[in-house]
C-alpha cells in the first residue's frame, strides 16, 4: 500500500489518485464549466451539497481558493471575520483574506480541543459604532488541523452557528477534513455543517484524489461564490475528469476513514511507550498524531525524521522538538506498525550515538 515504497506520514496530502479514480477520471463526461456544461462537475457538486445539507456546491481547485471564495461570497472591504488564532485560514493562507478581500482577521485563542469560547466569540463581536470595522463572518476549523485533528462535535457546531446567527453574522466551516470528523463520531456528515452557512472541504486530503476541494450554502451564497472563483482564476474547463475522482472519493473513501483513525491510535499508542518521546494520547482524536521529543533527547524533531526517512518512513518536524504524523488510505495497519518500530530505532540509535559522542570528550 506505501507510495513508491514509502509510507509517507508527512501528510494526507500525500495520497495518490485511486485505481477506481483513475478509471473513473478517464471515463469522464466532460463539458465546458465555465458554461456549466460539465455533467460530472454539476454531480459532484450536487452530491457534496446534498451529503452536507446545504442546496448547492462548487468545485474549487484547493481549500485555500474555497476558504477564499467563502469569504470573499460573505464579506465586504474592512469587514471582520472571527477566527482560531491557530487556524488555517489565519496562519497558512498568506494572510488571503487580508490580501486578496481587505478582510480583517480577529483571533481568537483555539482550545486545545479546537473550539474558540462561545463568551469569547460573543465579546469579540463588534457593536454598531463607527468606530469598528463591521463584524461579518465566524470561521471554524474541523477537523482542527494545528489542534492536532480535534474534532468539533455537531452540539457545539450548532451552538456557534446559534449565537453567529443571533447576532446577524455568518458561520463558515473549514472542514478540510470534515469526513474525518463525521467519521470519529459516527454521524451522517450533515450534522457538521447543515448550521454553516458555507462549508468547504477537500478532496484531496484523506479522501485521495488528487485535486479539488469543494465549497457548499445556500444556493444565492453559491451563485456569489462562483463569481469570486472567476476572479481568482478557478474557473476551469473540462474540470470533469478532476470531479469524477472526487465523485469516487465521496462514494468509496468516507467510510473507511475509521481505519486511518485506528492505525493513529495504534501508532500514538506505540510512541508513547518509547523513551524519550511525549505524545498526549487524550489529543490524538482522529487521523494525526503529533508528538514531542522530551528535553533529554541530544538530537531534535529535523534529526528523528532524516533517521526515520533512512529507513523510507517519512514525517514532518513541525517544530524544533515536535512532529506531525499523519495516516491515510496509503497506510496500512501492518505499516503503520512497520512506521511506530521504525520511529522507536530511530531514537534508541540517536541517542545511543549521542551518548557516545559526549563520553568520548
Ligand atoms: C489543507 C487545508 C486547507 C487548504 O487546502 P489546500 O487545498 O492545501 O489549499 C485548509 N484548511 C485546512 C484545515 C487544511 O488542513
Given at each position: 500500500?506505501?507510495?513508491n515504497?514509502?509510507?509517507?506520514?508527512?501528510?494526507?496530502?500525500l495520497?495518490?489518485?485511486?485505481?477506481?479514480?483513475?478509471?473513473?477520471m478517464?471515463?469522464?463526461?466532460?463539458?465546458?464549466?465555465?458554461?456549466?456544461e460539465?455533467?460530472?462537475?454539476?454531480?459532484?457538486?450536487?452530491?457534496?451539497?446534498?451529503?452536507?445539507?446545504?442546496?448547492?456546491?462548487?468545485?474549487?481547485?484547493?481549500?485555500?481558493?474555497?476558504?477564499?471564495?467563502?469569504?470573499?461570497?460573505h464579506c465586504?472591504?474592512?469587514?471582520?471575520?472571527?477566527?482560531?488564532?491557530?487556524?488555517?485560514?489565519?496562519f497558512?493562507?498568506?494572510?488571503?483574506m487580508?490580501?486578496l478581500?481587505?478582510v480583517?482577521?480577529?483571533?481568537?485563542?483555539?482550545?486545545?480541543?479546537g473550539?474558540?469560547?462561545?463568551?469569547?466569540?460573543?465579546?469579540?463581536?463588534?457593536?454598531?459604532?463607527q468606530?469598528?470595522?463591521i463584524?461579518?463572518?465566524?470561521?471554524?476549523?474541523?477537523?482542527?488541523?494545528?489542534?492536532?485533528g480535534a474534532?468539533?462535535?455537531?452540539?457545539?457546531?450548532?451552538?456557534?452557528?446559534d449565537?453567529?446567527?443571533?447576532?446577524?453574522l455568518?458561520?463558515h466551516?473549514?472542514?478540510?477534513?470534515?469526513?474525518?470528523?463525521?467519521?470519529?463520531?459516527?454521524?451522517?456528515?450533515?450534522e457538521?455543517?447543515?448550521?454553516?452557512?458555507?462549508?468547504?472541504?477537500?478532496?484531496?486530503k484523506?479522501l485521495?484524489a488528487?485535486?479539488?476541494?469543494?465549497?457548499?450554502?445556500?444556493?444565492?451564497?453559491?451563485?456569489?461564490?462562483?463569481?469570486a472563483r472567476?476572479?481568482?482564476?478557478?474557473?476551469?474547463?473540462?474540470a470533469?475528469?478532476?470531479?469524477?475522482?472526487?465523485?469516487?472519493?465521496?462514494?468509496?473513501?468516507?467510510?473507511?476513514?475509521v481505519?486511518?483513525?485506528?492505525?493513529?491510535?495504534?501508532?500514538?499508542?506505540?510512541?508513547?511507550?518509547?523513551?524519550?518521546?511525549v505524545v498526549?494520547?487524550?489529543?490524538?482524536?482522529?487521523?494525526?498524531?503529533?508528538?514531542?521529543?522530551?528535553?533529554?533527547?541530544?538530537?531534535d524533531?529535523?534529526?528523528?525524521?532524516?533517521?526515520?526517512?533512512?529507513?523510507?518512513?517519512?514525517?514532518?518536524?513541525?517544530?524544533?522538538?515536535r512532529?506531525?504524523?499523519?495516516?491515510?488510505?496509503w497506510?496500512?495497519?501492518?505499516?503503520?506498525?512497520?512506521?511506530?518500530?521504525v520511529?522507536?530505532a530511530?531514537v534508541?540509535?540517536?541517542?545511543?550515538?549521542?551518548?557516545?559522542?559526549?563520553?568520548?570528550?
Amino acid at each position: 500500500m506505501a507510495i513508491n515504497g514509502i509510507i509517507d506520514l508527512r501528510s494526507d496530502t500525500l495520497t495518490v489518485p485511486t485505481p477506481a479514480m483513475r478509471e473513473a477520471m478517464a471515463a469522464a463526461e466532460v463539458g465546458d464549466d465555465v458554461f456549466g456544461e460539465d455533467p460530472t462537475v454539476n454531480k459532484l457538486q450536487e452530491m457534496a451539497a446534498q451529503m452536507l445539507g446545504q442546496e448547492a456546491g462548487l468545485l474549487v481547485s484547493t481549500g485555500t481558493m474555497g476558504n477564499l471564495a467563502s469569504i470573499l461570497a460573505h464579506c465586504g472591504r474592512g469587514d471582520e471575520l472571527i477566527c482560531g488564532d491557530q487556524s488555517h485560514i489565519f496562519f497558512y493562507e498568506q494572510g488571503g483574506m487580508a490580501a486578496l478581500a481587505s478582510v480583517q482577521p480577529r483571533t481568537l485563542p483555539n482550545q486545545p480541543d479546537g473550539t474558540l469560547r462561545l463568551e469569547d466569540i460573543a465579546a469579540a463581536i463588534r457593536s454598531d459604532d463607527q468606530h469598528f470595522p463591521i463584524t461579518r463572518l465566524v470561521a471554524l476549523e474541523n477537523t482542527h488541523n494545528r489542534m492536532g485533528g480535534a474534532v468539533l462535535t455537531p452540539e457545539y457546531v450548532k451552538s456557534v452557528a446559534d449565537l453567529a446567527h443571533s447576532r446577524g453574522l455568518k458561520l463558515h466551516i473549514d472542514g478540510a477534513r470534515l469526513f474525518n470528523a463525521a467519521a470519529v463520531l459516527g454521524v451522517p456528515v450533515r450534522e457538521l455543517t447543515q448550521r454553516a452557512d458555507s462549508v468547504t472541504f477537500c478532496l484531496s486530503k484523506g479522501l485521495s484524489a488528487p485535486v479539488g476541494s469543494v465549497l457548499v450554502g445556500s444556493r444565492e451564497f453559491v451563485k456569489r461564490a462562483h463569481r469570486a472563483r472567476k476572479v481568482l482564476g478557478g474557473g476551469m474547463r473540462q474540470a470533469g475528469v478532476i470531479a469524477a475522482a472526487g465523485v469516487v472519493a465521496l462514494e468509496q473513501m468516507t467510510a473507511r476513514m475509521v481505519e486511518d483513525h485506528a492505525n493513529a491510535r495504534m501508532l500514538a499508542d506505540m510512541l508513547a511507550q518509547v523513551p524519550g518521546l511525549v505524545v498526549d494520547l487524550a489529543r490524538v482524536q482522529s487521523n494525526m498524531v503529533y508528538f514531542d521529543l522530551a528535553p533529554e533527547l541530544p538530537f531534535d524533531a529535523a534529526e528523528l525524521c532524516r533517521r526515520a526517512t533512512a529507513e523510507r518512513v517519512r514525517m514532518m518536524p513541525t517544530a524544533a522538538r515536535r512532529i506531525r504524523a499523519v495516516l491515510h488510505c496509503w497506510v496500512n495497519a501492518d505499516e503503520a506498525r512497520t512506521a511506530g518500530q521504525v520511529i522507536a530505532a530511530a531514537v534508541a540509535q540517536g541517542a545511543g550515538k549521542t551518548a557516545g559522542v559526549v563520553t568520548a570528550y
